[in-house]
Antibody, heavy 123, light 112 residues
């Protein structure tokens, strides 16, 4: 079954870090970039960045530069999102989703999404 | 960064009637190969977003043909020919031309 399975709910204190995982199955993990998109309560979708599972290369949204790290473990087809120095503004559902590497390759859209991981930052 | 604007925050619809959602980008999404890098996603209540339309007008697999996408350059429209109750949710446009990928603010479709 083609799916992305994310880790469970997290509750963190301000200033802490969180690591969210996204395990891919049913398709070639290295064949698609993994993107991370977050959604604050009652708000819209916000792109955080992407990782190329083949090379490990990343692109991050400027807003998160210095606080975000995206990594992957190809041996277990899993991508990770690390976000540090958490504040209450980081309370959100974090989604992983896949997309092909570039427009010339079939699958250049977000056709598969994880169910989301709720991260709550509260003192 | 490319700014995506959905001017309709909310769209009350009547089942069986058509509906139209607009999206505008701050710069052209038309690439030299003639493709518009514009996707449409629907997020139903309590669910992850789902792909409806890609490259401006191509329906994703399994999407009912009552959904259609049109437009080019900076102005795009998602149309639902006959709204059904299951179509309620928030519709987002997103540009895939360049990173950072950016979403519109969303249009919430609800039944009158």
């Amino acid at each position: 079954q083609v799916q992305l399975v994310q880790s469970g709910t997290e509750v963190k204190r301000p200033g802490a870090s969180v690591k969210v995982s996204c395990k891919a199955s049913g398709y070639s993990f290295i064949g698609y970039y993994i993107h991370w998109v977050r959604q604050a309560p009652g708000q819209g979708l916000e792109w955080m960045g992407q990782i190329n599972p083949n090379s490990g290369g990343t692109n991050y949204a400027q807003k998160f530069q210095g606080r975000v790290t995206m990594t992957r473990d190809t041996s277990i087809s899993t991508a990770y999102l690390d976000l540090s120095s958490l504040t209450s503004d980081d309370t959100a559902v974090y989604y992983c989703t896949r997309r092909s590497a570039r427009p010339s390759i079939s699958g250049y859209y977000f056709d598969l999404w994880g169910r989301g991981t709720l991260v709550t930052v509260s003192s | 960064d490319i700014v995506m604007t959905q001017s309709q925050l909310s769209l009350p619809v009547t089942p069986g009637e058509p509906a139209s959602i607009s999206c505008r980008s701050s710069q052209s999404l038309l690439d030299r190969n003639g493709d518009n890098y514009l996707d449409w996603y629907l997020q139903k209540p309590g669910q992850s977003p789902q792909l409806l339309i890609y490259l401006g007008s191509y329906r994703a697999s399994g999407v009912p043909d009552r959904f259609s996408g049109s437009g080019s350059g900076t102005d795009f429209t998602l149309k639902i020919s006959r709204v059904e109750a299951e179509d309620v949710g928030v519709y987002y446009c997103m540009q895939g031309l360049q990173v950072p990928l950016t979403f519109g603010g969303g249009t919430k479709v609800e039944i009158k």
